[in-house]
């Protein structure tokens, strides 16, 4: 396991972006405005081949209201504290130190851990008066840094090397613990879920759920998830990297920036996963955004789990059965490959079937069909079903081939691509899912015209007098 390194403070002092800075790449969300950071943030940086893991926390408050957001956001820094090996409590050297920064000082004392204390937004000569101020917290060492423009990172840097011993990149021993399933490809990366959906459907309630610890912050509030959150869950020997993203809105309905840039990054989460997992207020209706982000799921060839929540305030199982396979016949048909399950994060009824149901969407999307059999299949489904007529010509499926995985993607041969018309694309894919199932997992079916008939459409090169005469030559 790495060495983990948290980074606390206030609001608004720029944790975000020296994080970001340190793993380089535009990670946690930052933007001018505070309280952007609410969950742990986690990722892993690279520095002088030496590797650790690092985590951005919300801004610390002082002041805070029992039950409200300000107290979970900081429940949030100081779990993180005590997970870390190394803190960097970071200042906004323009404000000077304040109350809050003084206790934090004393619970980081108390915490016995090594601390780096950085006064940071140091963006030139104006500023580098102002950093012996926080002398008077009772600090040795304040190392002066600018994270955004990369002012003083060099020193901030070696001294962070120096407070733990860090594995060099590459001694580190491979993970072999996915070796012995041969049904999935082991390329030594975790299976990476994406739990999308809109604001308070119990995306975070479920990971903590999976996670068995608090990770994420769950509140009534709707939107209390801004960054997306990644954690990785190893159970039974399989690595999972959990995202937990914000809830997605109506794009012209974010209102603040910090909001629209939560839904932009959680509609990317989609595209890097493996598979979505879109959660859905079983207690309400399917909305048009839940559709919406089905639909983007569909469009990146991702796999797709539906999973309904609260299933403890439905009723009989039977009855919440009914009325949501209603539900998905009605709002979410063009996905109705798609499983669904019922669960509770609240009671953890259901928990248990996600990541087995996930593993078996993943390994419905890495499987690859033989192109004997695939060709066997066609022959019949033309035999039971021809083609109509293109132009007065009959239109000829030659073959049909997989040509690669995740998503199942097959090549048609024709000799009339135009003249194959939808509604045949459509009876081709429903019989290659009757057959083959590929249950959570969309299917691409793309048609190209035969090799001969490609050649005979090329142009003819028109005979010149030298043609004619190598002619002549070959004839005598």
């Known amino acids: 396991m790495l060495p983990l390194v948290a980074i606390v403070g206030r609001p608004n002092v720029g944790k975000s972006t020296l994080f970001n800075r340190l793993v380089g790449r ?4 930052v933007a001018n405005e505070p309280g952007l950071t609410r969950d742990r943030h986690y990722g892993r940086a ?60 004393s619970i980081l004392r108390r915490s016995g851990k090594p601390v ?13 008066p102002l950093v012996p101020i926080f002398y008077e917290l009772g ?11 990369g002012l003083g990172m060099d020193d901030f840097i070696d001294r962070l090397l120096e407070r733990i011993p860090l594995p060099i990149v590459g001694a580190l021993p491979k993970d072999d613990t996915d070796q012995g399933d041969e049904e999935l490809k082991d390329d030594g990366a975790p299976l990476k879920l994406a739990l999308v959906g809109r604001p308070n459907a119990g995306k975070s309630a479920l990971l903590n759920r999976l996670l068995g610890e608090e990770r994420s912050i769950v509140s009534d509030m709707p939107g209390t998830t801004r960054d997306p959150v990644d954690a990785e869950l190893e159970i039974g020997g399989k690595r999972y990297l959990l995202i937990d993203t914000a809830g997605i809105r109506k794009k012209q309905r974010s209102g603040p920036l910090m909001e629209q840039i939560s839904v932009l990054r959680a509609l990317r989460a989609v595209t890097q996963a493996d598979i979505a997992c879109l959660l859905i207020d079983g207690e309400g209706e399917v909305a048009a955004q839940d559709a919406r ?27 919440a ?58 022959q019949a489904l033309v035999a039971a079903h021809s083609p109509p007529a293109f132009r ?21 041969s024709v000799n009339h691509v135009q003249g194959v018309p939808k509604s045949y694309r459509r009876y081709v894919l429903n019989r290659l899912r009757a057959v083959y199932g590929f249950e959570g997992v969309p299917l691409r079916v793309f048609y190209r015209a035969h090799r001969e ?6 142009p003819r090169k028109k005979s010149t007098k030298t043609d004619k005469k190598r002619s002549k030559t070959k004839k005598r």
Do not use: C
């Open 116 to 128: 780096l204390y950085v006064a940071n937004k140091v963006d030139g000569p104006r500023q580098e």
């Open 321 to 378: 059965r009914r009325r949501i396979e209603t539900m998905i016949a009605d709002h979410l048909y063009f996905v109705d490959y798609a499983p669904y399950l019922l669960l509770s994060a609240k009671t953890g009824a259901g928990v248990d079937k996600v990541l087995p149901k996930v593993r078996a969407i993943q390994r419905e999307a890495q499987r690859r069909i033989g192109t004997a059999e695939l060709n066997r299949l066609l």
């Open 46 to 105: 690279e520095w002088e081949r030496r590797s650790f893991d690092l985590v951005d926390t919300g801004g610390f408050e002082s002041d805070t209201v029992e039950g409200g957001i300000e107290a979970l956001i900081r429940a949030q820094a100081e779990t993180a504290i005590e997970e870390a090996d190394v803190v960097i409590l970071v200042w906004d050297v323009r404000d000077g130190p304040t109350t809050t920064d003084g206790e934090l000082v």
């Open 26 to 29: 535009k990670s946690a969300l």
């Open 392 to 412: 007065g010509r009959s239109v000829r499926l030659y073959y049909i081939t997989q040509a690669q995985t995740a998503p199942p993607t097959f090549i048609v």
């Open 453 to 458: 008939v490609r050649e005979s459409s090329r």
């Open 293 to 319: 982000i089905a639909n983007m799921a569909l469009d990146a060839g991702r796999g797709l789990l539906l999973i309904f929540s609260k299933s403890d305030l439905l009723g009989s199982r039977t009855k």
């Open 139 to 149: 600090i040795e060492e304040i190392l002066a840094v600018s994270a955004e423009h």
